[in-house]
């Protein structure tokens, strides 16, 4: 069965905190990969701080 986009990452994120990575750092580098990512396409996307609304 093909794993989705999705599922790979939460799949990925679930070890890598069950391995003891503080969930916030993974946050942060998810983050900054993904600019890098987008960047390299020329996409533009904008991330909502859910907190201060």
């Known amino acids: 069965m093909k ?5 790979a ?3 990925m994120v679930k070890k890598r905190i069950e ?3 503080d969930p916030m750092v993974l946050f942060e580098e998810l ?3 993904a600019n890098l990512v987008f960047g390299h396409y020329n996409l533009e996307y904008e991330l ?6």
């Open 3 to 7: 794993k989705g986009f999705k599922e």
């Open 9 to 11: 990452i939460e799949e």
């Open 19 to 21: 391995s003891g990575e």
């Open 31 to 33: 983050s900054r990969e």
């Open 48 to 53: 909502v701080d859910k907190k201060a609304k």
